[in-house]
């Protein structure tokens, strides 16, 4: 089991308490037959002076956006349009003040030959799975105050087949409205203008060198996955805001930071963390972070983990893919995703002698993100 | 592991040579420390047992001895630390938490909190010198195979009872040891000798953080796993077979010196009992809390230390592993040195004190900087050949303290590391050696209370010792 938490927020001003609503599965969606699976998740954290509205969007390249809005602003989805992919179907009534997010278009399954834990151009062979061929169901919804909520969603199925009971990808999201620190390791700060964002691979083993349908989704016991006797997984990642770009300046920027205490962390000094150019210049803008650890047990155990490695050197989206065309990305900002403010990157998971995840061969794994709109002081907070 | 070797303060040589163990059957006997001549003709011997190396009575023959007794405790010493050396690899081929993984340390020390007063009565009363480092030597090599076969099966708890069986051995072989050397070198060169064989100690702890990375490497090229962790251990072992055949070596040179020099079998010394613990000073057990809290923040920092400067400092296992052992190696050259100075000075008390501020610096280094730990970790060799110096002169019986300290202090600091992580270890480890600092300010005033000696310098303490001498005359 791979694990992986990440903190997704933006700044918008003080750090007030927010009320935070209830998950809207498919908001305004009636009459149509997409409306029974998954496509926008809503949840608006309202404050004193603006709302949050969080967004998370699982079809195609799933996407997680944090949108900040003046107070009492609604969104407005186009369902027709919507499930045809069309550019710009979910809107707001109001232009937002600012928009920060990330999709996730492809899985990547290499073949770690070195042993380095990383994915980059000299890499040999892999496969790009692209995150459309999954389908996905909302497994649980979690809202027991006005402070916090959550949803847990699943794969159900690999290229139209069901996938075998423990072979899944699942994301946990959740939208905070007060200050506070998680209560599973990595143990990372909230505010109430941020998301906390987990993956986990969960004994992900696709046979992805067959094209008998009967044998794809067999699991093998085996080190060998797809072909690959040392495989490791990877990602592509998109970072994208709606913060203006200018052509000579660096947008988002990838950092790491190291601190004196790992009371929160047991064993990781280190915390990774994502900007925008707003961020770093007037504390308000678009910000992720995570602590570069993937756990590869359940409970966590920090004997048990492996890194996730991201390529700091980010480029700019050139390319808008089918993944992302299908995406809640490309629905809130359309064809202006390519000229606006993004980063393009890859999260490869593994480090040199971590035995690939597992000593008795399936690869799981979990990524834990968050997000914010606020940027903290990081230290002595961490 | 540490013994009461290393220089002492001349004047409390008589008093540290002997080296009492306690009878548990409740006889206190009292014996001249070192065999003794039996009376009958002297022994002449001729041909090849007459030549230098072959005769007791010549100075080559205690040297080929020295030699065999500097290596009677290195196998034990080697493979003590074998788990420092292979944390995360123990770890992960064992699948197993750092608070299991301190179980392979804490197994070793807590029967040892023990075993030292039962040591000396089994080489004296049942084993005898000879066969009783014999027994012990194999207990330690079994006790190694027994751990390195733990991880050939993948089996934890196999692992666990080997270490606890080589704990058996391990203390107890370090007492024998003490026999042999004030048995063959008592009256000659026994500071030096203490000094050589507790840096023999540390070359043996320093090889094991040098060697069993590459020695693991090695094997991962024909075997995986935990079987590459398990025949690693077993090579680790080899040493405690060679150690085993030192054993036998010593054993028949000392049984032809016996012979030819008409002695009896060495003894471990003077007796205590057990009830004597009701009477001891105060001193006696502030010497213990500082023991015991100094040495919570050694042995079970360093057996966790190799990790910790992996994922703070950014080292890699080799370097890491280089890093641990800095203490040892200077430990191995200091320790003479420091022992040297404080024979010379005197003042116990004020260098013991002083090793534990320098001590709970480099911790606070560690803990509050980046600076590359290979500089705290240097002046903490220091500071520990320092104390041990200092301390252990002090003590005039054997304290198992130290192996408490480093007993429950290594299940608590593998506990600490995995729930709270390793800020919250070190300041664990400065919060004792902040109890040891005023455990050492505190013997101070109750020293100089009672006349101040453990304060004194050498010339200050002999014109005390002449004065009470001459009052003792003249009262008669």
Known sequence: MLRWRLLLMVMAGMTTARNVSQPDVNPQCEGLPECEEPWLIHVVATGNNDSIHHLWGIHGAPSFLVVTTSLDTGLNVTWTDFIKFSPLSVTFDEKPIHIFGFSIPNLILFDDTDDSGTLDNSTE????????????????????????SAVLMETTKFQDKPLPMETKISFQIAAYGLEG???????????????????????????????????????????????????????????????????????????????????????????????????????????????????????????????????????????????LEESLAYAVFGDKLESAMTAQTKVSFGQKKDKFYAAKTTPHGLLALDMDRHQRKLSPRW | MEKSTGSHDSSLEEEREVTPSTDVNGVTEHHEDGPTEQEGEEVVLTGCGASACCNPQRGLYRFI???????????????YDTPGALQDHIKEDMEVNTTQFASLYSLYSWPNVVLCFIGGFLIDRIFGIRWGTIIFSSLVTLGQFIYSLGGIVDQFWLMQFGRFVFGIGGESLAVAQNIYTVSWFKGKELNTVFGLLLSMARVGSTVNFLTMIPIYNWVNNFADGYRTLGISLMLAGITCVFSLACAIILGLLDKRRSEVLRLDSAKSGEKVRLSDVLSFPLSFWLLSIICVSYYVAIFPFIGLAKVFF???????????????????????????????????????????????????????????????????????????S????????????????????????????????????????????????????????????????GGGYLLKSPAQREKEIKASEGEENSSL
């Not at chain 1, 989704?217 to 913060?243: H, Y």
């Not at chain 1, 972070?289 to 993937?294: E, L, T």
């Open chain 1, 125 to 148: 062979p892999y496969i790009v799975v692209p995150m459309t061929n999954f389908y996905w169901e909302i497994k649980e919804v979690f809202n027991e105050s006005t402070r916090e």
């Open chain 1, 181 to 323: 620190r998680s209560t599973v390791l990595p143990h990372l700060l909230r505010t109430p203008n941020s998301a906390q964002f987990d993956m986990v691979l969960d004994h992900l083993v696709l046979n992805l060198n067959t094209t008998d349908d009967e044998i794809l989704m067999e699991v093998k016991e085996t080190t060998d996955i797809s072909g690959f006797k040392k495989a490791r997984w990877a990602m592509d990642l998109i970072i994208f805001s709606s913060e203006p770009l200018n052509e000579e300046e660096k947008g988002i920027e990838f950092s790491t930071e190291k601190s004196l205490d790992d009371e929160n962390t047991p064993g990781v000094f280190h915390l990774d963390q994502i900007t925008t150019k707003l961020a770093r210049t007037t504390k308000q803008g678009g910000y992720m972070q995570w602590r570069p650890v993937s756990y590869l047990s359940s409970d966590r155990d920090i004997n048990l983990s492996t890194d996730p490695n991201i390529d700091g050197n980010f480029t700019s989206l050139t390319e808008i893919s089918i993944a």
């Open chain 2, 65 to 79: 001895g020295l030699l065999f007794m500097c290596f009677l405790s290195f196998g034990s010493y080697f493979c």
């Open chain 2, 310 to 384: 992996m994922r703070k400092f950014d080292l890699d296992d080799t370097t890491s592993n280089a890093v641990s052992s800095i203490v040892y190696i200077i430990s191995a050259f200091a320790s003479p040195l420091m022992g040297f100075v404080v024979d010379r000075t005197g003042r116990n008390i004020l260098w013991v004190f002083i090793a534990v501020i320098f001590s709970l610096g480099c911790h606070a280094m560690l803990t509050f900087t980046f600076i590359n730990p290979f500089i705290p970790m240097s002046i903490l060799g220091l500071a520990y």
């Open chain 2, 386 to 449: 320092l104390l041990a110096s200092a301390l252990w002169p002090m003590v005039s019986l054997i304290i198992p303290e130290h192996q408490l300290g480093t007993a429950y202090g290594i299940m608590l600091a593998g506990l600490i590391v995995d729930k709270k992580g390793y800020l919250v270890l070190e300041i664990f480890y400065m919060v004792w050696l902040c109890a040891a600092l005023a455990s050492t300010a505190l013997i101070a005033v109750v020293d100089s209370n």
